[in-house]
């Protein structure tokens, strides 16, 4: 699968990584979900982990729900949640795979040193026991 992003909303999940560091940042996904998911807007949210925000994120369900109602009323959805890795790969963590979402894309960023460095994309498998890659097609 392929998940379309403009470089706009790319360079704005590096910029929120950047800004963040050394603690994850997160942000949901907007857009259209088809054959080939579109967002059209990667909106930042609050990580409100308390405990380790260092290694964890956590989305407030009363914003989430906030922003599912806006994208619904906007005749969008959700398709995905993006965060940063601070100091590790970009790559989806066990407790990412605990915690996912069928037919989401999972984009995540590695910060190295407080630069955004490597970021890529990722799909939960049919069974859950893995995430697949997903290919990033930028658009402008």
């Known amino acids: 699968m392929t998940l379309i992003i ?13 800004e963040t560091y050394p603690y994850e940042c997160c942000g949901v996904l907007i857009g259209i979900q088809d054959s080939s998911p579109k ?15 260092e290694k964890r ?5 009363l914003e989430l729900y906030k922003v599912f ?6 005749g969008l959805q959700i398709i995905g949640v993006y965060h940063s890795h601070p100091d590790h790969p970009a790559k989806p963590s066990k407790f990412d795979l605990e915690h996912a979402l069928p037919n989401w894309s999972y984009i995540v960023l590695s910060v190295e040193k407080g630069k955004a460095a490597a970021i890529n994309s ?19």
């Open 122 to 140: 990722w799909r939960l498998s049919p069974d859950r026991s893995h995430f697949e890659k997903e290919e990033l097609q930028i658009i402008e």
């Open 69 to 74: 109602q806006e994208a619904d009323e906007r």
């Open 6 to 18: 403009p470089k706009k909303e790319l360079d704005k999940i590096k910029q929120h990584g950047e």
């Open 39 to 53: 967002v059209l807007e990667a909106r930042r949210m609050k990580n409100v982990n308390t405990e380790l925000p």
């Open 57 to 61: 994120y956590s989305i407030d369900p």
